[in-house]
């Protein structure tokens, strides 16, 4: 399916990246141990190489390849699980992520397939989609996910107000804040399980004016709170500090005061094979050395994120 893959280990042991090319696309599948594949396996793999969406955060922010099929997304997640030795079976929690790389409700086609083999593949795995939430039909997505009762929902907040993601996150055609609060409900009504949403905490987004807003929008009754540490897009500058470490600590009380349910995403291999959200070293690599196959995505030469030192 792929013509190579590579496997670079952190020197965080519990976790691996896997690099995955052919002559017209680059895939990161990132693949975690929580201590062990037997007692945990997490695996993000990437929808679409490079992405159309541009978060200035993200890596591949700046160009676009193409949507993946279902089955090079599948393909990632095999090659994932034979990285890890161990039987799918034999794992008590294994996690696939649609989250490494591409946004994946732009590739319904790909995703839809991909979750169709998957959890009949390996019916023990909890699949988790995450999304900016640009503007798609939604009830075909409340229906697979009603149908497949192994799919979660994410949605990759970031920011307390409209105006400050729009920022973050230039592309247009996608929800507000208002209309993704409404959209996760209704996902919720339709499933019975609860959304969730990520929330990357920062200097300038981490205060109690944003809980308090985050808190009027999304219903803790109905909502999850996932709150990341940021990452260092680029390679070679430090990719987390105890100062960002200390901004989702904090972050997270303010959001548990309120009555969500927290959980705080701090993963391993940041700073040497770039394991956190949207670092994704190695695709800036093949996408310089490939200018023909990448084109610019709507972040294409607009400012990027960069973590703050310390203080």
């Given at each position: 399916?792929?013509?190579?893959i590579k496997t670079i280990q952190s020197a965080e042991t519990s976790v691996k990246k896997l690099i995955l090319t052919k002559k017209d696309a680059v895939a990161?599948?990132?693949?975690?141990?929580?201590?062990?594949?037997?007692?945990?396996?997490?695996?993000?793999?990437?929808?679409?190489?490079?992405?159309?969406?541009?978060?200035?955060?993200?890596?591949?922010?700046?160009?676009?390849?193409?949507?993946?099929?279902?089955?090079?997304?599948?393909?990632?997640?095999?090659?994932?699980?034979?990285?890890?030795?161990?039987?799918?079976?034999?794992?008590?929690?294994?996690?696939?992520?649609?989250?490494?790389?591409?946004?994946?409700?732009?590739?319904?086609?790909?995703?839809?397939?991909?979750?169709?083999?998957?959890?009949?593949?390996?019916?023990?795995?909890?699949?988790?989609?995450?999304?900016?939430?640009?503007?798609?039909?939604?009830?075909?997505?409340?229906?697979?996910?009603?149908?497949?009762?192994?799919?979660?929902?994410?949605?990759?907040?970031?920011?307390?107000?409209?105006?400050?993601?729009?920022?973050?996150?230039?592309?247009?055609?996608?929800?507000?804040?208002?209309?993704?609060?409404?959209?996760?409900?209704?996902?919720?009504?339709?499933?019975?399980?609860?959304?969730?949403?990520?929330?990357?905490?920062?200097?300038?987004?981490?205060?109690?004016?944003?809980?308090?807003?985050?808190?009027?929008?999304?219903?803790?009754?109905?909502?999850?709170?996932?709150?990341?540490?940021?990452?260092?897009?680029?390679?070679?500058?430090?990719?987390?500090?105890?100062?960002?470490?200390?901004?989702?600590?904090?972050?997270s009380g303010l959001m548990l005061d309120r009555g969500f349910n927290v959980r705080v995403f701090d993963p391993a291999g940041q700073d040497d094979i770039g394991?956190?959200?949207?670092?994704?070293?190695?695709?800036?690599?093949?996408?310089?050395?490939?200018?023909?196959?990448?084109?610019?995505?709507?972040?294409?030469?607009?400012?990027?994120?960069?973590?703050?030192?310390?203080?």
């Amino acid at each position: 399916m792929f013509d190579t893959i590579k496997t670079i280990q952190s020197a965080e042991t519990s976790v691996k990246k896997l690099i995955l090319t052919k002559k017209d696309a680059v895939a990161e599948t990132v693949l975690y141990r929580y201590p062990t594949y037997e007692k945990r396996t997490v695996i993000c793999c990437s929808t679409q190489s490079g992405c159309p969406v541009g978060c200035r955060f993200c890596g591949a922010g700046d160009f676009f390849v193409r949507s993946f099929s279902a089955e090079e997304v599948v393909a990632q997640v095999d090659a994932a699980i034979a990285e890890s030795g161990t039987s799918a079976a034999k794992m008590d929690r294994l996690q696939i992520m649609f989250m490494s790389m591409g946004e994946p409700l732009l590739n319904w086609n790909g995703l839809s397939g991909a979750c169709e083999t998957l959890c009949e593949k390996y019916p023990n795995a909890a699949l988790l989609i995450s999304t900016i939430a640009p503007r798609v039909n939604f009830d075909r997505l409340n229906e697979l996910s009603a149908r497949i009762r192994q799919i979660g929902l994410q949605f990759s907040i970031h920011k307390s107000t409209d105006v400050e993601r729009d920022a973050l996150i230039p592309f247009k055609s996608k929800l507000t804040l208002t209309e993704i609060a409404e959209t996760g409900t209704a996902w919720h009504q339709t499933t019975g399980r609860k959304p969730f949403f990520n929330y990357c905490a920062g200097d300038d987004n981490s205060s109690a004016e944003d809980a308090d807003r985050l808190t009027a929008l999304f219903d803790p009754a109905i909502w999850e709170c996932t709150v990341s540490v940021i990452c260092e897009r680029n390679e070679g500058l430090p990719a987390r500090n105890e100062h960002q470490e200390g901004l989702a600590r904090d972050f997270s009380g303010l959001m548990l005061d309120r009555g969500f349910n927290v959980r705080v995403f701090d993963p391993a291999g940041q700073d040497d094979i770039g394991g956190g959200c949207g670092q994704l070293w190695f695709v800036q690599g093949w996408m310089q050395n490939n200018p023909d196959k990448a084109r610019p995505s709507c972040g294409n030469g607009m400012p990027k994120v960069h973590v703050p030192s310390a203080a």
